[in-house]
């Protein structure tokens, strides 16, 4: 039976004959449950104390431990108690996660740490974005750094302010790339950013706008606009102004 689930393994049998557990067939059905499950882990172990089973471990993949988790909630052989289930998604090393914003959708890839937290940002990016589609492409995945969930959420919003572009989180490094529709917006957008990241964080910016502002001082159109992203926030703005004369915003830190 363990060679059946584990055919590429050494199997070294500990086990000890006793007497006063289940009835045999309900006993050996058990046991083939909880190898099944321990063979979609990467690591870990499944114990049988007496009709109870616990379930530890980190996950294969995504699908294993999408089936784990579907094994442990459903119908399981008959006089089985699943007393634990602490089966964590695969660890993501780095923690990547990206969304790419296309004319008629929005495109989520990489990793996110659970099924509320899928459900949350796609709750989000509905909120922020006018397309028809949101296409969601991401893995449930452990190893998330600590404030993930609030770096994501100020990149998306930065995001949603251009008319075309993609965000990328690899670990504590944010990218943002796209087209804004002039360069108030670009600069915006990237003030904006690099303010509501929380600190672990650092990113870097390049963003084009579709034409240049040729109409009179750029400070008139662009300080406003940080004004009222200042008044909306009880922090201070940092940093500098590009100068008037460039096309591409770039930035980092």
Do not use: C
């Not at 509905?126 to 609030?150: C, I, T, V, Y």
């Not at 600069?187 to 904006?192: D, G, N, R």
């Not at 606009?225 to 201070?236: F, H, N, P, V, W």
Request: glycine share 8%; aromatic share 4%.
């Amino acid at each position: 039976m363990v060679k059946a689930h584990f055919a590429d393994l050494e199997v070294e049998d500990r086990l000890k004959v006793a007497e006063g557990g289940p009835p045999r067939e309900q006993w050996l059905g058990a046991v083939s449950f909880g190898l099944k499950q321990l063979s979609h882990l990467k690591q870990g172990s499944a114990r049988l104390l007496n009709d109870g089973l616990k379930v530890d471990g980190e996950a294969r993949s995504a699908p294993d431990f999408a089936e784990v988790k579907k094994a442990l909630v459903g119908p399981v052989p008959t006089g089985l108690t699943i007393l634990n289930d602490h089966v964590r998604p695969p660890l993501a090393d780095p923690f990547v996660f990206g969304a790419t914003l296309g004319s008629n959708a929005l495109v989520l890839t990489g990793s996110v740490p659970s099924e509320d937290r899928r459900k949350e940002l796609k709750e989000l990016a509905r909120r922020l974005f006018e397309r028809p589609m949101l296409d969601d492409q991401l893995q449930l995945a452990s190893g998330a750094p600590k404030r993930w969930n609030e770096a994501v959420e100020a990149a998306l919003k930065a995001l949603s302010r251009l008319d075309s572009g993609k965000i990328a989180l690899s670990g504590l490094a944010v990218t943002i790339e796209g087209v804004a529709k002039d360069k108030g917006t670009a600069t915006m957008v990237s003030y904006q950013l690099k303010r509501d990241l929380p600190e672990l964080f650092s990113s870097s910016e390049s963003i084009k706008w579709k034409e240049a502002d040729v109409t009179g001082n750029v400070g008139e159109s662009i300080v406003p606009r940080i004004k009222e992203i200042i008044d909306s926030d009880t922090g201070a703005a940092t940093g500098a102004l590009p100068s008037a004369d460039l096309k591409t915003q770039h930035g980092s830190d």
